[in-house]
């Protein structure tokens, strides 16, 4: 079944302690990229990555970091995370960069609590 | 830069009743446009697109949109709502001539409340 897998899909945490949340897409998708989702503000982008090694800054990338070592694998590293990173995060993959009129396929989310 | 309205936090309707969920974009050049359903504690799901073509579009679950270029809108549509319709609803837009990034920009959602 072709999916986008996120890990954890609940967390709480303590400010400053390091945590990756896990992304996996199964679809050879060459575009991912990370969303935060707070009420009343939609989806924000974090980051997003065109293929391996490529990684790029979105609308809210400050605390947080990202990486593309494999294609099918797109962590989302908060180094020192606050508060203020409480959130609902989800992963997205879509076929590739040209593909622009292709639809994104979304994790199921990690909801994230930074005390 | 490219951005997206939805002008209505809430919507509610009747089941059996036609419902309409609003959306606007502005981008510099042509638009490719989405819709996403979110239902509570899971991802969003893809609904439809616009491309190119017909300015009306039909997708999953009986939903439908209007493009239309003059009001930059894609306003999307159901003839008779169901109570399973109820959800959080998401525009997107993609402008294949921004900054070169792809970037998918979503409206701040619309909840869809559909009554018994």
């Known amino acids: 079944e072709a999916q986008v897998t996120q890990n954890p899909r609940y967390l709480i945490t303590v400010t400053g302690k390091k945590l990756t949340v896990t992304c996996s897409q199964n679809?050879?998708?060459?575009?991912m990229s990370w969303y935060r989702q707070d009420p009343g503000l939609g989806l924000r982008q974090i980051y997003y990555s065109m293929n391996v090694e490529v990684t790029d800054k979105g609308d809210v990338p400050e605390g947080y970091k990202v990486s593309r070592k494999e294609k099918r694998n797109f962590p989302l590293i908060l180094e020192s995370p606050s508060p203020n990173q409480t959130s609902l995060y989800f992963c997205?993959?879509?076929?590739?960069?040209?593909?622009?009129?292709?639809?994104?396929?979304f994790g199921q989310g990690t909801r994230l609590t930074v005390v | 830069a490219q951005s997206v309205a939805q002008p209505e936090d809430q919507v509610n309707v009747a089941e059996g009743n036609p419902l309409t969920v609003k959306c606007t974009y502005s981008v510099s050049g042509n638009p490719y446009l989405f819709w996403y359903v979110q239902y509570p504690n899971r991802g969003l799901q893809f609904l439809l697109k616009?491309?190119?073509?017909?300015?009306l579009v039909k997708g999953s679950y009986g939903f439908e949109a209007e493009f239309n270029k003059s009001q930059t809108s894609f306003h999307l549509k159901k003839p008779s709502a169901l109570v399973s319709d109820s959800a959080l609803y998401f525009c997107?837009?993609?402008?294949?001539?921004?900054?070169?990034?792809?970037?998918?920009?979503f409206g701040k959602g619309t909840k869809l409340s559909v009554i018994p």
């Open positions: 997205a993959s879509s076929l590739n960069q040209q593909g622009v009129n292709t639809e994104a396929f």
């Open positions: 679809m050879n998708h060459e575009y």
């Open positions: 997107a837009v993609r402008d294949i001539h921004g900054a070169g990034s792809y970037q998918l920009t």
């Open positions: 616009y491309i190119t073509g017909d300015n």
